[in-house]
């Protein structure tokens, strides 16, 4: 089992940044990827980025360049470091871990931009 807390959502002008963090309970060095998701009012859920035990990353198209994921397997913590952020960028942002076949999801962070 694992639990996923994150911290660091808010609200914030466009152009502006933020940093998500999401720390796990347990060594995430057993987990096979972290990443973030986020579910915007009236859309479905997307996956905005992922970092893999290896530390090999994925984006959304449509926030490369501007977000950047890490981990920090000392901390068993997991960021998402957010720059040039859009109003578009505005949704709740939720934690994810995989380990094995088993998916883990954080409680959700809101972060909202305004323009």
């Known amino acids: 089992q694992v639990q996923l807390v994150e911290s660091g959502g808010g609200l914030v002008e466009a152009g502006e940044s933020l940093r998500l963090s999401c720390a796990a309970s347990r060594s995430i060095f057993s987990i096979n990827a972290m990443g973030w998701y986020r579910r915007a009012p009236g859309k479905q859920r997307e996956l905005v980025a992922l970092?893999?035990?290896?530390?090999?990353?994925n984006y959304l198209d449509s926030v490369k360049g501007r977000f950047t994921i890490s981990r920090d397997n000392a901390k068993n913590t997991v960021y998402l470091q957010m720059d040039s952020l859009k109003s578009e960028d505005t949704a709740v942002y939720y934690c994810?871990?995989?380990?094995?076949?088993?998916?883990?999801w954080g409680q959700g962070t809101q972060v909202t931009v305004s323009s």
């Open positions: 970092i893999s035990t290896g530390g090999s990353t």
């Open positions: 994810y871990a995989v380990r094995g076949v088993v998916n883990y």
